[in-house]
Nanobody, 121 residues
């Protein structure tokens, strides 16, 4: 069983900053990748940023230079530092991990419950 606990969402004025955190726990062998996605009302869920176990990162063009993803030393936590926030960043932000139950097993995706980020103008 895998659990993800997200924290750090909230209300902030445009130009402000927020830091999201996601902690994974449970019975898994490894986490191959961790990332953040977001879904605004009436829009599809989209990738915000991701990081694999080699440290390679991927960012949506809309957040490059403003957001930064990092993983904790234990590799079971992921953070999203969001600076220079804009009203269009308003969305529910979801943590997702790609994990393996055993070293030889397939990898699976698991989603968190989501945390609301609201940026006022």
């Amino acid at each position: 069983q895998v659990q993800l606990v997200e924290s750090g969402g909230g209300l902030v004025q445009a130009g402000g900053s927020l830091r999201l955190s996601c902690a994974a726990s449970g019975s898994f062998f490894s986490i191959d990748a961790m990332g953040w996605y977001r879904q605004a009302p009436g829009k599809q869920r989209e990738l915000v940023a991701s990081m694999n176990d080699s440290g390679n990162t991927n960012y949506a063009d809309s957040v490059k230079g403003r957001f930064s993803i990092s993983r904790g030393n234990a590799k079971d936590t992921v953070h999203l530092q969001m600076n220079s926030l804009k009203p269009e960043d308003t969305a529910v932000y979801y943590c997702k991990i790609n994990y393996r139950l055993r070293s030889w097993s397939l990898s699976y995706d698991y989603w968190g419950q989501g945390t609301q980020v609201t940026v006022s103008s």
